[in-house]
């Protein structure tokens, strides 16, 4: 016996029980209006009010949603930072050349015009623990000494032989040669009453310095490196004294040699090692404290100094294309020098680690790419590391390029919002105070505009198409709510990387694929694995739950092909065209016979809509994309989104939804057949989404998995599934045996689908005995338009081995 569920659903599918359509009045000829197949588009994380591009009485329910957040944080480079404030360089968001900035601990900002990071021709250490930055003038040897908040500035003439290698204050740095090219003074230059100064110092007797030797250093003192790895020096700069300190590093390489420098400590690290040494700045020959570097991965530890904690950040670990970098930095940490556990400051930090001559230190980072900032670390009064914002650092908008709407899920294709470009998808709801919901990630997406063009299908799926290089196939791939993801080849040839534009519907577990005359029906969940299931000689193909409809070329004719069962229902539209598209909602079916694959084809072959429950005809003003009762086209000459209302019977006038300019590429609008919004996605990644304001057909199946056995072994279930016409609400599934209820369970709604999971056991977990049950599931429409639905059958339980 058929349920009434199961009668219901037939009339929603429409071939077998509706009327016979009755020829269709020839519509008057009209200028053609090419559909830009540009997908909806809608963009992340927060709902914000009532859209102003869109008019109508869907406005009330309108959403804006802005671009989310660039994952990679915009990098704010640190040069030094002094008592007053620091020197940094913040990537601009136009590409531009970033100007170098002295930041005030006051907040005032100005710009240190000439300043390079080093003086040209020459590598160093300059400007650190100093609120005086060199800045080269252009004159031979000659460096102005110039403190940005005040603007007094010192004009320092170096000696001819000698290379400048670092700057304190208005203190410079700088080497001088022997006769076979290798260092073997270090000079320390400052003006004296308009004269330069040099202080000469020698190195250690059987040491040489390092080609680089500053690591390290404030106003008065500075870390320098020899040769010989196994010791470094402590430089008091006012004195011209050089303490030698045994490094105790496990390998004789000085070059990854690296230091800080507080008013009460000095720390050095050798990459490699696990850990760090920490001496008194008052005595750094004296006894030495070890302290443990927390490890990030493969990433390096930079370590600075803050009160008694030793901090770390890390320098990222090189990233590739197939190892892309997944968090947004190490973290930065605190460790006790007297001995303790790390505590983790920052969640993810830049490297930039620069000390503040009177304590503490200055660095970049921050939860995630919303949250980055400058930041100063220093201790509070019970000597504990605190954080304290300097200035945020407002992340850049991601780039998104593409759009799809499906069942109330949006998705959205993101180029640059996570490490790797991805569809996002989230729970987008319209009816009474719309909202949205948290975004997730889906899948991983090709890169570019034009493959990877997302379709929801309904059921919280995303289906798009990627170019295999290796195999020269384009493959259709589906990625579920749940996480998995499969890929066929729809044609077992091989085809150029061109677009990738051959997917052209999809609705639950099937898809269409193909250009020209050429389709390709896939079922992801076929028996066996997934695969083609049809193959076609027409571009008019559309999907309808687990109906195609498709014409067999015969002018004005369409029919719909049960792909459950293989039956096929023919219906003429009354016009004596070949019909090269079709799409189908519902009651509703929309024909073409100029397509989306005709370019500069005849404009005045007819299109409209019929209606599969009175057989009646609907003329449309223009082509478009098919929704619940209306048509949404894309006017790319004036730049308009228009919305057609026909429910009725007969198209209203046109409404325009918003101002929207085509783009090439990729969709930037779409319409869900599964629930009746329509969303957009601006240049900028701003996202809309709007419900339509036509009223929606009553909520209906169109399609279901519910196996009528289920063998009980450990670790099954039995999972049936059915695929709505629009979302639902307070879906639950009773089993019974004979009258008495077994089981109550909530049915899962992903998108306009519901799942139920059932192990053949009571809710205590006792097995239930083998044998015939019948279910019964009940669902509501989310959108509260017609009643609620009821489906039953049947299930036989049997114990396997």
């Known amino acids: 016996m058929r349920t009434r569920f199961e009668r219901t659903h037939d009339i929603a599918r429409g071939p077998a029980l509706a009327p016979a359509l009755r020829p269709a009045r020839r519509p008057a000829l009209r200028p053609a209006l ?30 804006t949603l802005p671009a989310p957040a660039r994952y990679v944080p915009v990098q704010d480079t640190l040069y030094a930072a002094g008592d007053t404030g620091y020197l940094h360089r913040r990537e601009t968001t136009d590409g531009s050349a970033a100007t170098y900035q002295w930041h005030g601990y006051d907040g005032t900002e100005r710009t240190v015009d000439g300043f390079t990071g080093k003086v040209p021709g020459q590598q160093g250490y ?12 252009g004159v031979s040897g000659v460096v102005e000494l110039r403190d940005p ?54 190195p250690p007797e059987g040491l040489r310095f390092d080609q680089y030797p500053i690591v390290a250093g404030d106003g008065t003192v500075a870390v320098v490196r020899f040769t010989r790895g196994h010791t470094i020096g402590v430089l008091d700069l006012t004195t011209g004294t050089l303490t030698p300190v045994v490094s105790r590093v496990a390998v004789d390489a000085s070059w990854n040699i690296q230091a800080a420098v507080s008013p009460t400590h000095i720390a050095w690290y050798q990459q490699g090692m696990s850990t760090a040494r920490v001496v008194r700045r008052d005595d750094p020959a004296g006894a030495q404290t070890s302290v443990a570097v927390p490890a990030s991965g493969a990433d390096i530890p930079v370590v600075g100094l803050a009160g008694d904690w030793l901090l770390t950040s890390y320098r990222p670990a090189a990233a590739t294309e197939q190892d892309p970098p997944l968090r947004n930095g190490g973290p930065l940490k605190a460790t006790p020098i007297s001995g303790g556990s790390p505590v983790t400051l920052l969640a993810a930090a830049q490297p930039d680690l620069f000390q503040i001559p009177g304590g503490g230190a200055v660095t970049v980072g921050g939860a995630d790419a919303g949250d980055w900032a400058v930041r100063r670390v220093e201790t509070g009064a019970d000597g504990a590391p605190t954080l304290r914002t300097l200035s945020e650092v407002p992340a850049r908008p991601a780039v998104l390029r593409g759009i799809a709407l499906g069942g109330g899920q949006l998705v959205t294709k993101e180029e640059d919002s996570a490490p790797r470009p991805a569809y996002l998808t989230r729970k987008v709801t319209l009816a009474g105070t719309p909202a949205a919901g948290a975004r997730s990630e889906v899948t991983t997406a090709p890169l570019g505009d034009s493959y990877g063009q997302p379709l929801a299908a309904g059921d919280g799926s995303v289906v798009h198409v990627r170019h295999d290089d290796a195999t020269q196939r384009d493959l ?9 993801r499969t890929e066929v080849a729809p044609y077992d040839r091989a085809v150029p990387s061109t677009s990738g534009r051959g997917l052209r519907d999809a609705a639950g577990r099937y898809a269409v694929y193909g250009g020209g005359d050429e389709r390709a029906v896939v079922d992801f969940e076929a028996p066996g694995g997934p695969a083609v299931v049809q193959r076609l000689s027409t571009p008019a193909a559309s999907l309808w739950g687990s109906t195609l409809w498709t014409t067999d070329g015969t002018g004005g004719r369409i029919e719909a092909r049960d792909l459950a069962t293989g039956q096929v229902t023919p219906y003429t539209v009354g016009a004596s065209c070949q019909i090269r598209d079709v799409q189908a909602v519902g009651r509703w079916v ?57 429910h009725t019977g007969t198209a209203a006038a046109p409404r325009t939804l918003t101002a929207l300019p085509a783009v090439p590429g990729w969709k930037n609008y779409d319409v869900d057949k599964f629930g009746g919004g329509i969303a957009w996605l601006e240049t900028n990644g701003t996202a809309h989404v709007v419900p339509s304001g036509v009223p929606a057909q009553p909520l209906t199946v169109t399609a279901a998995q519910t196996p009528a056995t289920y063998t009980r072994t450990a670790g ?3 999972t049936p599934a059915w695929q709505l016409s629009k979302p639902a609400t307070g879906a639950t599934l009773v089993i019974k045996r004979r009258t008495k209820i077994v089981r109550t369970l909530d049915a899962r709604a992903t998108g306009a689908a519901l799942t139920a999971t059932w192990d053949g056991t009571l809710a205590d977990g006792t097995r239930v005995p083998t044998g015939t049950y019948t279910w019964e599931l009940t669902a509501a429409p989310e959108d509260g338009a017609g009643a609620a639905t009821t489906l039953t059958g049947s299930l036989t339980v049997t114990d396997g081995a």
């Open 590 to 646: 929309y024909w073409d016979c100029l397509g989306q694959d005709i370019v500069g084809g005849d404009p005045t072959t007819p299109f409209g809509v019929y209606d599969l429950q009175t057989g009646a005809h609907v003329d449309l003003p223009a082509r478009g994309r098919l929704g619940d009762g209306f048509v949404v086209d894309h006017d790319t000459n004036a730049g308009l989104l228009r919305l057609t209302d026909f």
């Open 34 to 63: 090419l559909l830009a197949i540009a997908s909806l588009a809608t963009v992340p994380v927060l709902a914000a009010p009532t859209s102003a591009h869109a008019q109508g009485s869907a406005d009330a329910a309108a959403l």
């Open 476 to 484: 259709l791939v589906r990625a579920t709510a749940g996480g998995t």
């Open 149 to 202: 908040a005040t603007g007094a500035s010192t004009q320092l003439t170096v000696p001819e032989g000698q290379s400048t290698v670092g700057s304190f204050g208005t203190t410079v740095l700088t080497t001088s040669y022997n006769d076979v090219w290798q260092i073997d003074k270090l000079h320390i230059l400052r003006v004296r009453d308009g004269v330069t100064t040099d202080t000469v110092v020698d």
């Open 716 to 718: 099954t279930s039995w």
């Open 126 to 137: 300059y400007g650190a623990g100093t609120d005086v930055p060199p800045v080269p003038t």
